[in-house]
């Protein structure tokens, strides 16, 4: 999964893969708003992630898309 995270007055998002499901990520995402706190996620490669629930500004949850490499017909 893609998921991307908005934080407030940053002009950048941070981006991470995630091997987890959609589901068990709005999951967390609730539980961390419901909280307060901490907002935790895990990319794919096992590095943590930690926002501060305050400073967010959205939290969007997609498909991964494959990136094509070369000259290939569309």
């Given at each position: 999964?893609?998921?991307?995270?908005?934080?407030?007055?940053?002009?950048?998002?941070?981006?991470?893969?995630?091997?987890q499901?959609?589901?068990?990520?709005?999951?967390?995402?609730?539980?961390?708003?419901?909280?307060?706190?901490?907002?935790?996620?895990?990319?794919?490669?096992?590095?943590?992630?930690?926002?501060?629930?305050?400073?967010?500004?959205?939290?969007?949850?997609?498909e991964?898309?494959?990136?094509?490499?070369?000259?290939?017909?569309?």
């Amino acid at each position: 999964m893609e998921v991307k995270i908005g934080v407030q007055y940053s002009a950048r998002e941070i981006v991470l893969e995630s091997t987890q499901e959609a589901d068990d990520i709005e999951r967390l995402v609730t539980a961390a708003l419901d909280a307060g706190g901490l907002l935790s996620l895990v990319d794919e490669k096992g590095r943590r992630v930690l926002v501060p629930v305050e400073k967010l500004a959205y939290v969007e949850i997609g498909e991964s898309l494959e990136r094509r490499v070369g000259f290939g017909a569309m």
